[in-house]
């Protein structure tokens, strides 16, 4: 019997491998993406040519909603003080160009069907339920993430020794999947398949931490 339930997103923190889990998965999201053109010197007409300068990061930008009022527990302390973390920069991480510690990157995914890879460069968050002692419990957060690399360009790792044929292996850890697997690999989330099919896996979704896997060529 399959699992009906829907994918939850989740906000992974990819220096330290930890995720949030969306309460709730946004009910709708967008992208945004700018390019930088120039009018070049053209004085013998009346309009210039343009000239391209190159592409800005894209942008994905998104609502979360959480909820605790039946647990009557503090929505922050349950859900959303773990996103602010994410803009909070981190000393033990250094910035190669200054030394400076800097806030972690991040990758929004939503089941095995995409991932973002970003920094999170907007948080906004409203509260718009209390308990009578002023406890918050109700929230809703804006999240804006801008894109850290052009994925269309990302080509496969190279192979490592450990596998046949040039395959690579993966050794799992606490909280992998499949998709995560994939995207760390390919730089695609949803070429989970080829990883369970070389695996011989059934039980796609639960991976156990020690197993080692072993990465297919694509």
């Not at 998965?25 to 343009?50: D, L, Q, R, V």
């Not at 942008?59 to 859900?79: I, M, N, P």
């Not at 209390?130 to 850290?148: E, I, K, S």
């Amino acid at each position: 019997m399959s699992d009906a339930s829907p994918a939850k997103a989740t906000i992974t923190n990819l220096d330290t491998k930890r995720s949030v889990e969306c309460m709730f998965n946004p009910k709708e999201y967008s992208f945004s993406k700018t390019n930088t053109w120039n009018p070049g010197e053209t004085p013998s007409k009346n309009a210039p040519e343009m000239q391209f300068k190159g592409g800005q990061p894209a942008t994905l930008t998104l609502q979360l909603f959480f909820d605790t009022y039946a647990s009557g527990k503090d929505v922050r302390k349950e859900y959303t003080d773990a996103l602010w973390g994410l803009m909070v920069i981190d000393p033990s991480l250094k910035d190669p160009k200054n030394e400076y510690g800097r806030p972690p990157k991040v990758l929004f995914q939503w089941g095995r069907n995409w991932a973002f890879e970003a920094v999170i460069t907007s948080l906004k968050q409203q509260f718009t339920l209390f308990l009578n002692d002023g406890t918050p419990v109700r929230a809703t957060v804006d999240v804006t993430f801008q894109q850290m690399r052009d994925t269309s360009q990302l080509a496969p790792q190279n192979p490592t020794s450990g596998g046949v044929g040039g395959e690579r292996v993966w050794h799992v850890n606490a909280g992998d999947t499949l998709s995560w697997i994939a995207y760390r690999e390919y730089g695609d989330a949803t070429k989970w398949r080829l990883i369970a099919d070389a695996n011989r896996l059934t039980h796609v979704r639960e991976l156990t931490p020690g197993t080692i896997l072993v990465i297919p060529n694509e």
